[in-house]
């Protein structure tokens, strides 16, 4: 049994689809990400789990049991929300004591509780304070352990670290993916940072337009993505137009241009006709740069910025722009002709046609 | 757009005379409660406090004043009620269908008031009311509580969905919610919203005369004093009610102007 | 941590996501609508329809009769009374924009931002005092051997009192100290929001700061202008505070006798009919007040 099942939901705000039928079964113990840039429908979709917005048709689970007639104070969820919410007139204690005001527990074990949600988020003594004297990441994490403390099945967070400075959302992303592990408490968390996806989640669903176009774990996802989008919005930057040719064993094999034929990892679902459109993609990092003539196909290096741990170099080969990231010292220039060499199976070929992969 | 010198001198001093021009009335009730002269007048004759003083024996004055006191407190009261359950009704209402109510509840805010009390006077006794301090309390709450109503609304658009989302999500129903959360921080809005009822209330005139049968309000007292010749005292009790009136009116606008600092 | 804590399922009547969200409006709008249908809205239908009643041995009966408006309407003593009432009020809304403007202009365009607020205050405050002391503390100005007799006497000014209390002059002070802060700060509020770009490009186009007030500014805050006017006329020619302690027995007003058919013949349908003969005369003058807005329309950017 799932902790949460969606099935099939869709949601409309007038004449805006939302959520265009989307599914999702989520394990016990798991850290979810919904992914996708502004107005995907992820953070609806989170609304709709935790009682907040209704679905237009489809059903949701909590537990095995529907919910779609369970107003949020009955459903066992709780969320972290974006501006965290915290009650400005109440001191953080009785906010994290809310929830469990609410299920009516003697005054003593709620205080006994307060005080051990407070240490696990590493905030023991603020508990008399007002949210206005906190900083955000203080605020933050008293928002964590009020919504934890009622031991909900599953936690909701909606963007919870969208409003921390770089520094302080780096070290948050680990605590939060440690306490998850720690607890063993299923998180359905939702952002549009690729990189946060990647590094906290066990399952990543990728959203887009109200439509999934992606579930897989973070390196299924990063290494084979099944559409132009997810492979876009994760930052692939060699996006090149081919036609499909075939297969051979394992791999797809495509034709383009200017790099003549090519071979890659075939992700999408349904094989294309020889002559349909499909998009090749090599990812920068795994792309080597050496002497003309030594690799696969040869350019001009024509820019290079350093980015500090990674140069990213552009190499032109024929119309086409090649951006490969290399790390350390350079030996080439500027202008220089190169030649530019990657492995098979670092490749990927994808279907044009948006697929929709299963959970 | 910038002003020549002149101009812009000529005019601020024109603000400041009129501002005298409105003052005028109130600065000279309170100086001359305590002229010794029973006719309101310069020259100056010398300071007292007699007048105070008649006031206070006036029970008549005194009965009248508790009178205006109570209503003021009732209509305070189910004004805010009222305003509070009404604004909270508003909340999810797009603004044209929000507007649309709202100018309807206010209309008796911009509509003679003599037509309310007479038509409020006719209503009641064919329903077996008679005039009494009950019948004021009900035409003031008509007008005072939607204007309580825009208040409290103002002071709850200020306040996050997602707190609200927050309390359920924790176990709260919607009562609950509204009690815990919505209420303690619609409050700097509720209390301007009784202080400026309160004191509407308490001037109000034309619809206590209406309404008003054995027991008077302080201000239908007060007509009937105007009446009856020049009264000195009519200086003391004018001068107490300024106070009132602009003490209460200037503690809600403290209230409604304090900075709350916002909670992200 | 031990146990789960389930949520609260228990208690309470079962509600629906969807309608739970939704949030019922209509309950908690049902007190403050109630109350103004009770005890507005049937109150004034009740004024309207009584015009048209009786009053039967201290009873209001509906007999449906025009009896009351024949006898309002055959008696030229009230015939005067409306007259002098549409002339205070017309005369009052014409005092109250000539001297609201420049105050509101100045406070627009010329009071740094900061002083705003507390100014505005300051304006509104008398507003919120008792009308009636404020009347009768105009009397005492007013009068012959009042305030400002006195000090006009004493600068040399005059050399016998002026004669203003118990007159038209009198009751028209006292209207505009009245209803001065409302057209003010509706002025205002329709000033400040002229796009100050508007201007700018006035002057930019060669109009000297006289011809931009009178082609640009006067042009747009026309809006406030004729609300502005609808209101003050509503409110100075129901009143009848003013006339009665200010303008003397002398001058009977429109209002005044709604107040005489209640106070002395207890004549309640005739209470009524001088009523709404009193409500259409503002409703006639608020529309053409309005009408004339549309006419001259706002600013086309």
Same mark, same amino acid.
């Not at chain 1, 527990?105 to 709620?110: G, N, Q, R, S, V």
């Not at chain 3, 007030?213 to 009848?240: E, H, N």
């Given at each position: 049994m799932f902790d949460v099942e969606v099935r099939d939901i869709t949601k409309r705000f007038g004449r805006v689809l939302a959520v265009d039928h989307v599914s999702l079964a989520v394990e016990k113990g798991r850290f979810v990400t919904l992914l996708g /840039? !502004?107005?995907?429908g992820k953070t609806t979709t989170l609304r709709i789990i935790g009682g907040f917005e209704t679905a237009d048709s489809g059903s949701v689970l909590i537990g095995g049991t529907a919910a779609d007639e369970l107003p949020p104070f009955q459903r066992d969820t709780s969320m972290v929300f974006q501006d965290y919410a915290l009650f400005p007139h109440m001191t953080v204690e009785d906010n994290v004591a809310f929830g469990l005001r609410m299920r009516h527990l003697p005054d003593k074990e709620i205080r006994q509780k307060v005080v051990e949600a407070l240490d696990l988020v590493d905030l +023991?003594?603020?508990? !008399? *304070? *007002? +949210? !206005?004297? =906190? !900083?955000g990441g203080q605020r933050q994490r008293v928002a964590l352990a009020r919504s934890l403390v009622i031991q909900p099945l599953v936690l909701l967070l909606d963007? /919870? =670290?969208?409003? =921390?400075d770089a520094k302080t959302r780096k070290q948050m992303q680990i605590e939060l993916k440690n306490l998850q592990k720690k607890l063993g408490q299923t998180f359905i968390y939702v952002t549009h940072d690729q990189e946060e996806a990647l590094t906290m989640s066990d399952v990543m669903m990728i959203m887009n337009a109200g439509r999934v176009e992606q579930v897989g774990t973070p390196s299924e996802i990063y290494e084979r993505p099944a559409s132009r989008f997810v492979a876009d919005f994760l930052g692939h930057q060699n996006l090149i137009a081919a036609k499909f040719m075939g297969l051979d064993g394992n791999l797809a094999v495509v034709a383009q241009e200017e790099l003549g034929q090519l071979r890659g990892v075939f992700t999408s679902g349904r094989v294309p006709l020889p002559g349909s459109d499909v998009v090749f993609s090599v990812r920068g990092e795994n792309i080597r740069i050496g002497a003309p003539g030594a690799g696969l196909v040869d350019g001009r290096l024509v820019s290079r910025v350093y980015r500090g741990a990674i140069t990213r170099n552009t190499v032109r080969v024929g119309s086409l722009e090649i951006s490969i990231e290399t790390t350390g010292p350079q030996s080439f220039a500027i202008g220089d002709l190169v030649s530019l060499d990657w492995q098979d199976r670092d490749c990927v070929v994808i279907g044009e046609e948006r697929q929709e992969s299963g959970g | 757009m910038s002003h020549p010198r002149g101009v812009r001198l000529l005019l601020t001093a024109y603000v400041y005379l009129m501002l005298l021009f409105l003052f005028l009335p109130i600065i000279v009730t309170i100086v001359f409660s305590?002229?010794? &002269?029973?006719?309101?007048?310069?020259?100056w004759r010398g300071f007292t406090l007699t007048w105070y003083e008649r006031l206070f024996s006036n029970t008549d004055m005194l009965d009248s004043l508790k009178n205006s006191l109570v209503v003021g407190l009732a209509v305070g009261a189910a004004s805010v009620v009222l305003g509070f359950s009404g604004a909270y009704g508003l909340r999810n209402w797009n603004a044209r269908r929000k507007n649309l109510f709202m100018l309807a509840m206010i209309s008796p805010l911009a509509v003679p008031w003599m037509l309310l009390g007479l038509g409020i006077l006719v209503f009641l006794n064919n329903i077996g009311l008679q005039r009494s301090l009950l019948a004021v309390s009900i035409g003031h709450t008509v007008f005072a509580a939607p204007l309580a109503m825009m208040i409290i609304d103002a002071r709850l658009a200020t306040l996050p969905r997602s707190l609200e989302e927050a309390a359920w999500d924790l176990g709260a129903n919607r009562i609950r919610a509204v009690w815990d959360v919505v209420v303690p921080q619609a409050l700097p809005g509720v209390a301007a919203a009784f202080l400026l009822t309160f004191t509407l209330s308490f001037d109000e005139f034309i619809i206590a005369w209406f309404l008003?049968?054995? &027991?008077?309000?302080l201000p239908v007292r007060i007509w009937g004093m105007m009446r009856s010749g020049v009264n000195p005292t009519l200086n003391a009790i004018g001068a107490i009610v300024f106070v009132i009136s602009i003490s209460l009116t200037a503690l809600s606008q403290v209230i409604l102007r304090r900075k709350e600092v916002p909670a992200k | 941590m031990a146990k789960r804590l389930a949520p609260n399922t228990k208690g309470g009547r079962p509600v629906k996501t969807g309608q739970f969200l939704r949030g019922s409006a209509g309950l908690w709008l049902a007190p403050i609508a109630g109350w103004q249908l009770l005890f507005y809205l049937a109150p004034v239908a009740y004024v309207f329809l009584s015009g048209f009643w009786t009053m039967k041995d201290f009873r209001l009966t509906p007999s449906w009769t025009l009896a009351n408006y024949r006898q309002i309407l055959s008696e030229p003593m009230y015939y005067r009374a409306y007259v002098t009432s549409l002339g205070l009020s017309l005369g009052t809304v014409a005092l109250t924009i000539a001297l609201a403007y420049p105050l509101a202009y100045c406070l627009a365009f010329i009071v740094p931002r900061k002083h705003r607020p507390v100014l505005l205050v300051a304006l509104i405050a008398p507003f919120w005092t008792n009308y009636l002391v404020r009347a009768y503390s105009w009397q005492t100005i007013l009068a012959n051997s009042g305030v400002l007799n006195y000090v006009l006497m004493a600068l040399g000014i005059v050399k016998a009192p002026v004669e203003i209390l118990f007159t038209h002059r009198a009751t028209t002070i006292g209207l505009v100290h009245y209803l001065l802060a409302i057209m003010t700060l509706n002025l205002y509020t329709t000033l400040e929001n002229i796009e100050p770009r508007l201007l700018e490009a006035s002057q930019d186009l060669g109009a000297n700061r006289l011809q931009t007030f009178f082609r640009v500014t006067l042009p747009l805050s026309s809006g406030g202008l004729v609300t502005g006017s609808m209101f003050i006329f509503v409110l100075a020619f129901a009143d009848f505070v003013s006339p009665a302690v200010l303008g003397g027995q002398m001058q009977r007003v429109f209002p005044q006798l709604v107040v005489d058919a209640v106070q002395w013949t207890v004549n309640w349908p005739v209470a009524s009919a001088f009523a709404v003969i009193m409500v259409a005369t503002i409703l006639l003058i608020a529309g053409l007040l309005g009408r004339k807005l549309n006419v001259t329309g706002g600013a086309v950017k």
């Amino acid at each position: 049994m799932f902790d949460v099942e969606v099935r099939d939901i869709t949601k409309r705000f007038g004449r805006v689809l939302a959520v265009d039928h989307v599914s999702l079964a989520v394990e016990k113990g798991r850290f979810v990400t919904l992914l996708g /840039p !502004s107005g995907c429908g992820k953070t609806t979709t989170l609304r709709i789990i935790g009682g907040f917005e209704t679905a237009d048709s489809g059903s949701v689970l909590i537990g095995g049991t529907a919910a779609d007639e369970l107003p949020p104070f009955q459903r066992d969820t709780s969320m972290v929300f974006q501006d965290y919410a915290l009650f400005p007139h109440m001191t953080v204690e009785d906010n994290v004591a809310f929830g469990l005001r609410m299920r009516h527990l003697p005054d003593k074990e709620i205080r006994q509780k307060v005080v051990e949600a407070l240490d696990l988020v590493d905030l +023991p003594d603020v508990g !008399s *304070r *007002r +949210p !206005s004297q =906190l !900083s955000g990441g203080q605020r933050q994490r008293v928002a964590l352990a009020r919504s934890l403390v009622i031991q909900p099945l599953v936690l909701l967070l909606d963007e /919870p =670290l969208g409003a =921390l400075d770089a520094k302080t959302r780096k070290q948050m992303q680990i605590e939060l993916k440690n306490l998850q592990k720690k607890l063993g408490q299923t998180f359905i968390y939702v952002t549009h940072d690729q990189e946060e996806a990647l590094t906290m989640s066990d399952v990543m669903m990728i959203m887009n337009a109200g439509r999934v176009e992606q579930v897989g774990t973070p390196s299924e996802i990063y290494e084979r993505p099944a559409s132009r989008f997810v492979a876009d919005f994760l930052g692939h930057q060699n996006l090149i137009a081919a036609k499909f040719m075939g297969l051979d064993g394992n791999l797809a094999v495509v034709a383009q241009e200017e790099l003549g034929q090519l071979r890659g990892v075939f992700t999408s679902g349904r094989v294309p006709l020889p002559g349909s459109d499909v998009v090749f993609s090599v990812r920068g990092e795994n792309i080597r740069i050496g002497a003309p003539g030594a690799g696969l196909v040869d350019g001009r290096l024509v820019s290079r910025v350093y980015r500090g741990a990674i140069t990213r170099n552009t190499v032109r080969v024929g119309s086409l722009e090649i951006s490969i990231e290399t790390t350390g010292p350079q030996s080439f220039a500027i202008g220089d002709l190169v030649s530019l060499d990657w492995q098979d199976r670092d490749c990927v070929v994808i279907g044009e046609e948006r697929q929709e992969s299963g959970g | 757009m910038s002003h020549p010198r002149g101009v812009r001198l000529l005019l601020t001093a024109y603000v400041y005379l009129m501002l005298l021009f409105l003052f005028l009335p109130i600065i000279v009730t309170i100086v001359f409660s305590f002229n010794l &002269d029973r006719f309101s007048s310069l020259p100056w004759r010398g300071f007292t406090l007699t007048w105070y003083e008649r006031l206070f024996s006036n029970t008549d004055m005194l009965d009248s004043l508790k009178n205006s006191l109570v209503v003021g407190l009732a209509v305070g009261a189910a004004s805010v009620v009222l305003g509070f359950s009404g604004a909270y009704g508003l909340r999810n209402w797009n603004a044209r269908r929000k507007n649309l109510f709202m100018l309807a509840m206010i209309s008796p805010l911009a509509v003679p008031w003599m037509l309310l009390g007479l038509g409020i006077l006719v209503f009641l006794n064919n329903i077996g009311l008679q005039r009494s301090l009950l019948a004021v309390s009900i035409g003031h709450t008509v007008f005072a509580a939607p204007l309580a109503m825009m208040i409290i609304d103002a002071r709850l658009a200020t306040l996050p969905r997602s707190l609200e989302e927050a309390a359920w999500d924790l176990g709260a129903n919607r009562i609950r919610a509204v009690w815990d959360v919505v209420v303690p921080q619609a409050l700097p809005g509720v209390a301007a919203a009784f202080l400026l009822t309160f004191t509407l209330s308490f001037d109000e005139f034309i619809i206590a005369w209406f309404l008003s049968g054995f &027991d008077v309000t302080l201000p239908v007292r007060i007509w009937g004093m105007m009446r009856s010749g020049v009264n000195p005292t009519l200086n003391a009790i004018g001068a107490i009610v300024f106070v009132i009136s602009i003490s209460l009116t200037a503690l809600s606008q403290v209230i409604l102007r304090r900075k709350e600092v916002p909670a992200k | 941590m031990a146990k789960r804590l389930a949520p609260n399922t228990k208690g309470g009547r079962p509600v629906k996501t969807g309608q739970f969200l939704r949030g019922s409006a209509g309950l908690w709008l049902a007190p403050i609508a109630g109350w103004q249908l009770l005890f507005y809205l049937a109150p004034v239908a009740y004024v309207f329809l009584s015009g048209f009643w009786t009053m039967k041995d201290f009873r209001l009966t509906p007999s449906w009769t025009l009896a009351n408006y024949r006898q309002i309407l055959s008696e030229p003593m009230y015939y005067r009374a409306y007259v002098t009432s549409l002339g205070l009020s017309l005369g009052t809304v014409a005092l109250t924009i000539a001297l609201a403007y420049p105050l509101a202009y100045c406070l627009a365009f010329i009071v740094p931002r900061k002083h705003r607020p507390v100014l505005l205050v300051a304006l509104i405050a008398p507003f919120w005092t008792n009308y009636l002391v404020r009347a009768y503390s105009w009397q005492t100005i007013l009068a012959n051997s009042g305030v400002l007799n006195y000090v006009l006497m004493a600068l040399g000014i005059v050399k016998a009192p002026v004669e203003i209390l118990f007159t038209h002059r009198a009751t028209t002070i006292g209207l505009v100290h009245y209803l001065l802060a409302i057209m003010t700060l509706n002025l205002y509020t329709t000033l400040e929001n002229i796009e100050p770009r508007l201007l700018e490009a006035s002057q930019d186009l060669g109009a000297n700061r006289l011809q931009t007030f009178f082609r640009v500014t006067l042009p747009l805050s026309s809006g406030g202008l004729v609300t502005g006017s609808m209101f003050i006329f509503v409110l100075a020619f129901a009143d009848f505070v003013s006339p009665a302690v200010l303008g003397g027995q002398m001058q009977r007003v429109f209002p005044q006798l709604v107040v005489d058919a209640v106070q002395w013949t207890v004549n309640w349908p005739v209470a009524s009919a001088f009523a709404v003969i009193m409500v259409a005369t503002i409703l006639l003058i608020a529309g053409l007040l309005g009408r004339k807005l549309n006419v001259t329309g706002g600013a086309v950017k």
